[in-house]
């Protein structure tokens, strides 16, 4: 117990620009050690205050993880500012 983190895809939309980076963030552990896949479908802010711009969690924090084993893909469709977010 609690047993291995589950795969799957997960949605997060806090209706506000509440930073995209700061979810991935607090899932990027769990995420690590799932059994498989795990897709984080997240809308909200990817450039707000107080917080690293998604530019920042794809290009300079997803490489040093890959190279730990983790991978991370950053796709953003559309991007978020406070106070509204995407």
Same mark, same amino acid.
Do not use: H
């Given at each position: 117990?609690?047993?291995? $983190? *589950? &795969?799957?895809?997960?949605?997060?939309?806090?209706?506000?620009? #509440? &930073?995209?980076? =700061?979810? %991935?963030? &607090? /899932? !990027? =552990? $769990? *995420? /690590?050690?799932?059994?498989?896949?795990? @897709? +984080?479908? !997240?809308?909200?802010?990817?450039?707000?205050?107080?917080?690293?711009? %998604?530019?920042? @969690?794809?290009?300079? !924090?997803? $490489?040093? !993880? &890959?190279?730990? #084993?983790?991978? +991370?893909?950053?796709?953003?469709?559309?991007?978020?500012?406070? $106070?509204? #977010?995407?």
């Amino acid at each position: 117990w609690p047993g291995k $983190p *589950a &795969a799957g895809t997960f949605r997060a939309d806090p209706g506000t620009a #509440g &930073a995209i980076t =700061l979810m %991935i963030q &607090a /899932a !990027l =552990l $769990p *995420a /690590a050690f799932a059994q498989g896949l795990v @897709t +984080l479908d !997240l809308k909200g802010g990817t450039d707000v205050g107080f917080s690293p711009p %998604i530019d920042f @969690t794809a290009n300079v !924090l997803a $490489p040093p !993880l &890959a190279k730990m #084993g983790v991978e +991370l893909k950053v796709d953003v469709k559309k991007r978020g500012f406070f $106070p509204r #977010g995407g």
